[in-house]
């Protein structure tokens, strides 16, 4: 497919991200991904806007990766768009059957006309050739778009509610625990969902909001229909180049503190908790097990264990995995086999799944999921949606999700306050 290509220089990074990103709210679909300046050796690009799709693909879990195959094979150009969690029943025998207030569709990925990468200081407008007449102008509306402070900027309180009680949550967690004492399981990825109801939110506003007090390296804002993503993820499930995949696993959190030495002291204290580091140690493992399904023999690398790495609000712990794949594997294929993302799920991934279903009280959907791109080429590179509020303006719900890691050396006091600390951003943007 024929793109028109041209590249602007920019003075001003952050003030023409915000620009973009608000000259782009017009159209009916958005996708925007933000590294927020985050830079390391797996980095591409600053941020990478698509809108306005020209083709494109909805399907449930039944036929979900095959359709998503065929597409993104026959139509060779970038598309854009996620995969809920619950495409994990198309990749084993399972299901769904937990409260849905969101009602997404499973999975969904469109064919922009209009794509717009920022490298540095270099913005390059990639646009179809229909539309190649409105790139110049284009670029001189979203240079003159007026700005304000977008913390400043006033959004309607939200009443959050809880899924699950404090103490149901005890009662589920104590299920899980006997699990793991039978052998049934290591580890399982506990969730929890916040909600609000008959809201009314402003969601380029609130994802500003929600972006501004994170500055994650996977931020994103999606907008479909009447479907929003204003997502502020710190984690990477899985990347493409060439014939090298990466995947990015996060266990293991600590919230800040806005003192020098005590923020120092909580990062030590999560780099040496033997608690922590098994958990991420047995997620590095299953997602070892998925890569070796996909790899060349022998190339499936812990590149790194346990990594620290510090957030506006969190300290996380990451591992790195790496392996070569062959040059003749379907990209579709490659994710499919690590989907979804260990961290989220738990080990044994398959009992994890089946336990997760039975002991949490709502169906994920986006939540846990992830949303990127493939590329003409076949690269891809894709989020975990974490740390994220979803939002259905028809039915005016919000809802947001946090999760810890239950092991057999878990503290249901200490878990739950961990879910406390990772929903404190979302909750503060809509709430206040």
């Known amino acids: 497919m024929r793109r028109t290509v041209k590249q602007f220089n920019i003075s001003n990074v952050e003030l023409f991200k915000t620009q973009l990103l608000k000259w782009?709210?017009?159209?009916?679909?958005?996708?925007w991904l933000d590294s927020n300046g985050h830079?390391?050796?797996?980095?591409?690009?600053?941020?990478?806007?698509?809108?306005?799709?020209?083709?494109?693909?909805?399907?449930?879990?039944?036929?979900?990766?095959?359709?998503?195959?065929?597409?993104?094979?026959?139509?060779?150009?970038?598309?854009f768009g996620y995969l809920t969690y619950d495409l994990k029943n198309a990749v084993e025998d399972l299901e769904s059957k937990n409260f849905d207030g969101l009602s997404l569709p499973d999975l969904y990925f469109f064919q922009p006309k209009k794509l717009f990468i920022i490298k540095g200081t270099v913005v390059e407008f990639q646009y179809l050739a229909m539309v190649?007449?409105?790139?110049?102008?284009?670029?001189?509306?979203?240079?003159?778009?007026?700005?304000?402070?977008?913390?400043?900027?006033?959004?309607?309180?939200?009443?959050?509610?809880?899924?699950?009680?404090?103490?149901?949550?005890?009662?589920?967690?104590?299920?899980?625990?006997?699990?793991?004492?039978r052998g049934d399981i290591y580890e399982v990825n506990f969730c929890q969902e916040?909600?609000?109801?008959?809201?009314?939110?402003?969601?380029?506003?609130?994802?500003?909001?929600?972006?501004?007090?994170?500055?994650?390296?996977?931020?994103?804002?999606?907008?479909?229909?009447?479907?929003?993503?204003?997502?502020?993820?710190?984690?990477r499930f899985m990347q493409r180049l060439g014939n090298i995949v990466i995947s990015q696993p996060i266990k293991g959190t600590s919230k800040r503190s806005k003192d020098r030495e005590e923020d120092a002291r909580l990062l030590e204290h999560l780099q040496n908790d033997p608690k922590e580091r098994s958990e991420n140690v047995m997620i590095v493992d299953l997602v070892r097990n998925d890569l070796s399904k996909i790899a060349i023999k022998g190339s499936v690398e812990v590149v790194e264990l346990c990594k620290i790495y510090s957030f506006m609000q969190v300290h996380q712990m990451i591992s790195t995995i790496a392996a070569q794949?062959?040059?003749?594997?379907?990209?579709?294929?490659?994710?499919?086999?690590?989907?979804?993302?260990?961290?989220?799920?738990?080990?044994?991934?398959?009992?994890?799944?089946?336990?997760?279903?039975?002991q949490e009280t709502f169906k994920r959907g986006l939540y846990s999921g992830a949303v990127g791109f493939f590329d003409p080429q076949g690269n891809f590179d894709f989020n975990v949606i974490i740390r994220s509020i979803i939002y259905n303006s028809k039915k005016r719900y919000v809802s947001f999700s946090v999760g810890s890691a239950i092991t057999a050396k878990s503290i249901p006091e200490n878990e739950y306050e961990e879910c406390l600390v990772k929903a404190k951003?979302?909750?503060?943007v809509l709430e206040n």
Request: hydrophobic share 35%; proline share 4%; with cysteine.
């Open 24 to 31: 782009s709210n017009q159209f009916q679909e958005v996708v």
């Open 39 to 79: 830079q390391n050796t797996h980095s591409q690009y600053e941020a990478i806007l698509a809108l306005d799709a020209f083709t494109s693909i909805k399907t449930d879990y039944t036929v979900a990766f095959r359709e998503l195959k065929e597409y993104q094979t026959s139509i060779n150009d970038w598309i």
């Open 132 to 181: 190649e007449d409105e790139l110049e102008p284009d670029y001189k509306q979203i240079k003159g778009i007026e700005i304000f402070d977008k913390q400043t900027d006033q959004v309607n309180p939200v009443k959050i509610s809880l899924r699950m009680q404090k103490d149901t949550y005890f009662d589920h967690f104590q299920k899980i625990i006997d699990h793991i004492n």
């Open 194 to 235: 916040f909600y609000g109801e008959d809201a009314i939110i402003d969601p380029l506003k609130t994802f500003s909001n929600l972006n501004a007090i994170s500055k994650a390296p996977f931020a994103c804002y999606l907008k479909y229909e009447h479907y929003h993503l204003l997502c502020a993820s710190p984690e």
């Open 325 to 358: 794949i062959p040059s003749d594997t379907n990209s579709v294929d490659a994710v499919k086999s690590l989907f979804p993302m260990g961290s989220m799920t738990g080990a044994p991934k398959y009992t994890a799944m089946k336990i997760i279903e039975e």
């Open 425 to 428: 951003a979302m909750r503060d």
